[in-house]
């Protein structure tokens, strides 16, 4: 098989790369509602240009949050420009991304997250506020070596090992405890044998460039155990394809070997979470509209842009933080941004403005989402979030170039802060969603089958009793 992306341009190109490199099965690829990435192999004697134009039948009633079971045929329609080959697979595999279509009309399904970031896309252009959309996100993880999680009527647990981690500075193990390892909060950047998972990292990052995953860098993050792969930034659709591509690699690189990675926003007590900082930016007519001559180089444009992801954000936080583990990381009084503020000089905001000496390089980075996002419905509604602040022109205000941790009480309760829960994020979508429905990129079907779909969650976890309730009131 090729080491190198796909790259066709019809169905009978990608016909002819099946017959050359002696494929085997075509895996068809989609995103529920909660972001997770499903798939479906054919074996290649089914696979021809009538399917590769038509798609094939599934059951869209098996997809949670999608179709009832008296309606459930559904259509994966491949999308030849996001063809990929398969590493992990023991058969000569190719993966396709695909679109869900409703065959009663032969539209796309209004609650597929790919096809609502396609509309996203397709609004704005119609709509004239650009020609591009840039997205490039940052998404954080943690690897362990092992992880126990039991939830039982008379026990709920987890527990989670890692060598790197300080909690095993004085374990014994039979080949020796070498004695090398971050620090809480002392992960970041230090040299090996200190940072232990550089060739893992390096690993994933190649892995994800024969994917066709456009890679730049790899380092340790700041908790221990913790990793970020650097990719570049691409146009909003591709960028959610490459995040998919991103988590399928870091998981499957990590069970190689022999370890297990996660991208919960808060998996270690006491140290740092992990997030999905969003660099974000639109062009038209080949012209970064975000360069001018307003604060920190940004045109009136982007603060604007700016206003919107303020304005809606606790309504977005449904989307980009869509976990009850999402707010264990964004806990006011620690180092998350839940600020609702902007500023070129702290990543203590919200919204950061990162520092470029070229208009090309002109972007807002959107600092409070996390890897727990569909990336598809999390870049759609940020980007209708922010065409409602170019819309209305609403101005987020004077940037805050103060350390917003260290702010005086008084003025730290005049700044208005992301969402505390999930309930209360899903609250705020049910008041708040308008500006995504406009263009039919968001339908009001997929907002309340989503808000149910997380409102399950929520119950869950509301209901479950925890173990610190045990250990704080046990005895009361």
């Not at 240009?49 to 179709?67: A, N, Q, R, V, Y």
């Not at 650009?130 to 954080?140: I, K, M, S």
């Not at 609702?340 to 972007?363: D, E, F, H, Q, W």
Request: glycine share 8%; hydrophobic share 35%; net charge negative.
């Amino acid at each position: 098989m090729s080491e190198k992306p796909i790259s066709v341009k019809n169905p009978a190109e990608l016909i002819r790369y099946i017959e050359e490199n002696g494929i085997q099965y075509v895996d068809l690829n989609f995103t529920d509602m909660r972001g997770k990435w499903q798939h479906t192999a054919q074996h290649v004697v089914t696979v021809d240009e009538d399917l590769i134009d038509e798609g094939i039948m599934f059951d869209g009633s098996s997809i949670s949050g999608w179709k009832v079971i008296n309606e459930s045929d559904m259509i994966l329609k491949p999308d030849l420009a996001k063809v990929t080959t398969d590493p992990f697979a023991s058969q000569p595999t190719i993966k396709i991304f695909c679109d869900v279509i409703e065959p009663s009309d032969g539209k796309p399904y209004n609650r597929c997250p790919r096809s609502v970031a396609k509309a996203a896309e397709k609004y704005m252009r119609s709509a004239g506020f650009g020609d591009a959309v840039y997205f490039g996100p940052e998404a954080e993880f943690f690897v362990f070596d092992d992880v126990r999680i039991s939830i039982d009527q008379n026990r709920v647990m987890y527990a989670i090992d890692s060598e790197e981690a300080p909690y095993n500075g004085g374990r014994e193990y039979d080949e020796g405890n070498l004695g090398h390892r971050p620090k809480v909060k002392g992960g970041y950047f230090p040299e090996a044998p200190v940072d232990s998972l550089s060739d893992i990292r390096a690993e994933m990052l190649s892995v994800m460039a024969v994917m066709g995953v456009p890679v730049e860098k790899h380092h340790h993050e700041v908790a221990p155990s913790q990793c970020e792969l650097g990719i570049k930034f691409a146009g909003m659709v591709e960028s959610a394809d490459n995040i998919q591509l991103y988590k399928h690699v870091v998981h499957n690189v990590a069970e190689a070997y022999g370890k297990t990675a996660t991208f919960l926003p808060k998996p270690v007590y006491g140290d740092n979470g992990s997030g999905m900082h969003c660099h974000q930016s639109i062009w038209k007519g080949g012209k970064p509209l975000f360069a001018g001559d307003q604060y920190a180089g940004l045109s009136e444009t982007a603060l604007f842009y700016i206003g919107g992801i303020i304005k809606h954000a606790r309504a977005l936080n449904a989307f980009t933080n869509p976990s009850t583990n999402s707010y264990k990381r964004l806990v006011p009084g620690f180092e998350a941004p839940v600020l609702l503020a902007y500023s070129a000089r702290n990543r203590s905001a919200s919204c950061r403005i990162p520092y470029g000496s070229s208009p090309k390089t002109k972007r807002v980075e959107v600092r409070f989402p996390d890897p727990t996002a569909n990336p598809y419905l999390g870049f759609a509604a940020m980007l209708m979030a922010g065409l409602d602040g170019i819309e209305n022109k609403i101005h987020p205000g004077a940037a805050m170039d103060k350390n917003l941790y260290e702010l005086p009480e008084d003025e730290l309760a005049k700044v208005p802060t992301v969402c505390g829960s999930l309930r209360e994020a899903m609250e705020c979508l049910r008041v708040d969603h308008e500006f995504l429905c406009k263009g039919d990129v968001f339908t009001k079907d997929l907002i309340a089958a989503y808000i149910d779909l997380k409102m399950e969650e929520i119950e869950l976890f509301e209901t479950m009793p925890h173990p610190i309730e045990y250990y704080m009131y046990y005895s009361s």
